[in-house]
């Protein structure tokens, strides 16, 4: 064993692990979905846009200033005009919140 209290299987063991990890196919490394980083692909962005432009819309359909969608979710003015905008890869978490406060369902947002 060396001073970390590895013996050399858990050393080689580690190797095969990472170099499994390395191996892709067409549905990502061993049935993991691989998720795009940097930069993203433009169906992600257009998702993103329509996304955002369905939130102003329904907003604007409402009445309601990004200062009063923002107070009531609970998120910042900025964070909701960033995502109107597509500038911020938003969290279901967010949508949700967003979803409840005009009075729609979460899957709206999508259409």
């Not at 858990?10 to 191996?23: I, M, P």
């Not at 910042?76 to 729609?104: C, K, N």
């Amino acid at each position: 064993m060396n001073a970390l209290g590895w013996g050399r299987l858990g050393v080689y063991r580690s190797v095969f692990v990472a170099a499994n990890l390395r191996q892709t196919n067409d549905h990502g490394p061993k049935g993991v979905v691989q998720v795009p980083t940097d930069p993203l692909p433009d169906w992600v962005l257009q998702q993103r846009r329509r996304v955002g432009d369905r939130v102003r819309d329904l907003r604007e359909q409402r009445g309601l200033s990004q200062e009063r969608l923002a107070e009531l979710t609970g998120l910042s003015r900025h964070t909701v005009y960033r995502i109107e905008l597509a500038q911020y890869g938003t969290s279901i978490d967010h949508l949700a919140l967003i979803a409840r406060a005009l009075r729609v369902e979460i899957g709206s947002l999508f259409s």
